[in-house]
């Protein structure tokens, strides 16, 4: 029987596998994925240990899982590019990463939950590396989109070289923010104004350069 505030969970309409993945984003953002056991998911989830093995298979069936639903909810959290193809290219820019910042200021477990992952043997596995490489994939496409009209509307290849290289940094940065987030409690949305300072510095030495 499920009590206590996961009885509120249950009547919420979420089944049984939501909330044993629920309690697994909780314990690995707070433990990392080596300190959740299976023991500490009943606990939390309220449901016994058959039936995370009955929906899982094992403890890293639970991760894959986990990893692959946080997939789904930021492609449905996360403002696509496209939605500010009226702006001009920079103003476009802007607009898409202070949305970005604006969803993760509202569930910033989704970086922490990724962080947590990257490190320990679990991360070496075929299914995991897999899912991580898709969520990873799905935010360098994003920069990369933003960014091109930016530096190259002419699809120059030197300037499409350098935008690989700024969309790598805009992740190293947001995966950074993380933990500035964490330990700071410093908000992503605090870090939108400089960095779009600096994007449009980028920009206006390019058109020098050019000119």
């Known amino acids: 029987m499920v009590k206590g505030n996961n009885s509120v969970s249950a009547a919420a309409g979420l089944s049984s596998r939501d909330l044993i993945l629920d309690a697994a984003r ?9 300190g959740m056991a299976i023991s500490d998911l ?5 449901l016994p240990a058959s ?3 009955y929906h899982f298979g094992n403890k890293l069936g639970v991760l894959a899982a986990l990893l692959d639903r946080t997939f789904n909810e930021l492609h449905a959290l996360f403002a696509h590019p496209s939605s500010f193809d009226g702006l001009e290219p920079l103003d476009r820019f802007e607009a898409w990463f202070t949305a970005a910042c604006a969803s993760l200021d509202e569930r910033p477990d989704y970086l922490r939950l990724l962080l947590a992952i990257s490190v320990g043997p679990q991360k070496d596995d075929e299914v995991v590396r897999a899912t991580v490489r898709r969520i990873r994939d799905f935010a360098h496409a994003s920069w990369v989109d933003v960014l091109t ?7 120059v290849a030197g300037d499409k070289a350098f935008i690989e290289e700024l969309a790598v940094l805009g992740r190293a940065m947001t995966d950074g923010l993380s933990l500035t987030n964490s330990f700071d409690g410093m908000s992503y949305s605090s870090h ?6 600096l994007i449009r510095g980028l920009a206006d030495r ?6």
Not at 150 to 155: E, I, K, L, S, T
Not at 206 to 211: I, P, V
């Open 26 to 34: 909780s314990l690995v953002s707070s433990r990392g994925y080596d």
């Open 42 to 46: 009943s606990a939390q989830s309220g």
């Open 51 to 53: 039936s995370i093995y």
């Open 149 to 155: 009209p930016v530096f190259a509307p002419g699809d």
């Open 192 to 197: 939108v104004a400089p960095f779009v300072s």
């Open 206 to 211: 390019q058109g020098r350069e050019k000119a």
